[in-house]
Each structure stands twice: as C-alpha cells, then as structure tokens.
C-alpha cells in the first residue's frame, strides 16, 4: 500500500466524491459521515492508488489552511515530529490523537505547502 496521499477539501465533499467517480472512474473504498449526514472524510481509489477527501473544515471545524495537502502515514509519529521541528519545519499543528485511532501532525515546507502525517492507512 503507498504510504503517501494526496487530500483535496472540497465545499460539498459527498457531490466531490461521486463527481470524482463518475468522472474520473475513482471508486469510494471508505466514507466516514457526521451525525448530521455529511461527509467528514472519504478514501478514494483509482486501481492500487489512493487520495482522500475532506469538506472545506477540518476535522475540528476550523477552517482549512489549503484546498489540498499531502498526508504521510508513518510508524513513530512523534519521533518524525521531533524530526521536522529540529530541523526547523514550521509546526501547523502540534501532535494529537485523533477520534479514529490516528496520531497526526501537521507542518509547512519550505514553499509554505502543508504536509500532515499520521499513523492512519486506508
């Protein structure tokens, strides 16, 4: 399974994802909703690759920084955390645990992009 994926946020995420399959011949392998019926986050295939897509929020609620990231998922997440801000990676948010199992954080490149890692795979 690749390790690196793509995340594009999207104002309607449920309309995003069946646009994507019906367009581009993706397939929804996960889709996680909200009480209220919403799509919170959704994993999208294409053969063996894979992309996730979000609303235009976080996971939080607060307003996404970019329209797209890339997410990486490693092993030791706080030891890769302590690895990037030693070597002076803009912290965007610092390591939590999130309400599906993940430990994440989130840093800026060098070009201001947002990388988020985490321990979640599809």
């Known amino acids: 399974m690749p390790d690196i994926y793509p995340v594009f946020r999207y104002p309607d995420a449920r309309a995003a994802a069946d646009w ?3 367009a581009f011949g ?9 009480s209220d019926g919403s799509v919170t986050h959704a994993v999208l295939a294409l ?3 894979m992309i ?4 235009g929020r976080d996971s939080r609620g607060r307003p996404a920084d970019d329209d797209h990231v890339v997410y990486v998922a ?5 030891a890769h ?3 990037a ?7 965007v948010q610092a390591p939590f645990d999130t309400d599906y199992g993940s430990r994440d954080y989130a840093a800026r ?3 201001g992009n947002v990388w988020s890692f985490g321990t979640y795979r599809p």
């Open 20 to 22: 994507l399959c019906a």
């Open 26 to 34: 993706l397939r929804v392998h996960k889709m996680y909703e909200g």
């Open 47 to 49: 053969d063996d690759a």
């Open 52 to 55: 996730m897509i979000g609303p």
């Open 74 to 78: 490693v092993d030791d997440l706080d």
């Open 81 to 83: 955390h302590e690895r």
């Open 85 to 91: 801000r030693a070597a002076g990676a803009e912290i």
């Open 109 to 111: 490149d060098l070009a």
